[in-house]
């Protein structure tokens, strides 16, 4: 049987890995918005009027950072899955050493 003090100090090791895990996502999302903020002004659509006869597309600006968007997010995405995998394992290993030695949280109604 392991003494209370032991499971209390893994279980704050446990809690600040955890909290380290979901720093370490938070910063992958806060690194992308920011590359999509330097990016906004490049992508701004151009003042050149008609063309053709064709007004601006007020669509295209939207489209443009979608896509640029999507393209950053997938390029984080493996990074960003083995982080939340990790972060998922860390909640379900607490859950479970805070139920094996009593120390659920009560429940906030």
Do not use: C, W
Request: charged share 30%; aromatic share 2%; no cysteine.
């Amino acid at each position: 049987m392991t003494p209370p003090s032991e499971v209390r100090v893994q279980l704050a090791r446990m809690e600040e890995a955890r909290r380290e895990t979901q720093r370490q996502l938070d910063l992958i999302d806060r690194q992308i918005m920011r590359h999509m903020t330097v990016l906004i002004p490049r992508r701004q659509p151009k003042r050149t009027g008609y063309r053709h006869g064709k007004p601006p597309d007020p669509n295209a600006f939207l489209e443009r950072y979608r896509s640029h968007l999507a393209a950053l997010t997938a390029e984080r995405q493996p990074e960003v899955d083995a982080l939340s995998r990790r972060l998922a394992h860390q909640d379900q290993a607490i859950a479970v050493l805070r139920v094996r030695h009593g120390l659920v949280l009560p429940r906030v109604a």
